[in-house]
């Protein structure tokens, strides 16, 4: 296959980690349980089938957890892509209402609409809902897929379509702990 000019030309360009909420001081929490996907382990490509929807099935995949905190009321999930050619991440799912007790979530539940009961899906950039595969640009390299899960003590209080400053804004000084998986996607 023939190299993309363009993201040949844009290789050296990225958010960078440091731009991800993760880097957040306010969102700062300690790290005190754990995400897993049986779909792929920290740190290793993404498989195919949860790539974007112009691409690939766009399907989002199971996540799992360990037992967060103890006055753990509901879990929020934010996806962002650190590597895009740009000054911010891309957001690629902004979900509440995740139930901490239920332990995981199946493939596809970040589908909007979900197939899992209260969970509410923000707005991403591009103004779609839900989950959003990973699409980089063909030869600008890996792309980093980070998906952060934090731990709250109470439900936040959002808008439909809200957006990921909402959602920062809050559950800022509300976490109990947080957890990080990190995926990669790469179209050569």
Same mark, same amino acid.
């Given at each position: 296959m023939?190299?993309?000019?363009l993201?040949?030309l844009l ?5 960078g980690h =440091? ?8 969102l700062q929490?300690?790290? @005190? *349980? ?5 779909? *792929?382990? !920290?740190? @290793?490509?993404i498989?195919p089938?949860h790539?974007?929807h112009? *691409?690939?099935?766009n399907?989002?995949?199971?996540l799992t957890?360990?037992? %967060?905190p ?7 999930l $934010?996806? &962002? =892509?650190? /590597?895009v %050619?740009?000054? @911010?991440?891309?957001t690629h799912? #902004? @979900? ?14 970040l589908? /909007?609409p979900s197939?899992v009961?209260? #969970?509410r899906?923000?707005?991403g ?6 989950? $959003?595969?990973p699409? %980089?640009?063909r030869?600008?390299g ?5 998906? &952060? #899960?934090?731990?709250?003590d109470?439900?936040? /209080?959002?808008?439909p379509g809200f957006?990921? =400053? &909402?959602?920062?804004t809050?559950?800022?000084? !509300?976490?109990l702990a ?11």
């Open positions: 023939v190299a993309n000019p993201g040949v290789r050296g360009r990225r958010a =440091d731009t991800l909420v993760w880097a957040c001081p306010e929490a300690p790290e @005190t *349980f754990a995400l897993t996907s049986p779909a *792929f382990e !920290h740190g @290793t490509p498989p089938a790539r974007g112009l *691409f690939g099935a399907v989002s995949p199971a957890w360990t037992e %967060p103890h006055g753990t009321v509901e879990l929020a $934010i996806v &962002q =892509d650190p /590597d %050619p740009r000054s @911010t991440p891309a799912v #902004l @979900t509440v209402g995740i139930d901490p007790a239920a332990g995981a979530l199946p493939a596809n539940a589908a /909007d197939p009961p209260n #969970l899906h923000g707005r950039p591009l103004g779609r809902r839900g989950w $959003i595969g699409m %980089p640009i030869s600008h890996p792309h980093a897929y980070v998906f &952060q #899960l934090y731990a709250l109470r439900s936040p /209080d959002l808008p957006t990921l =400053d &909402q959602l920062r809050a559950i800022t000084g !509300h976490l947080r957890t990080r998986l990190d995926g990669t996607y790469e179209i050569p």
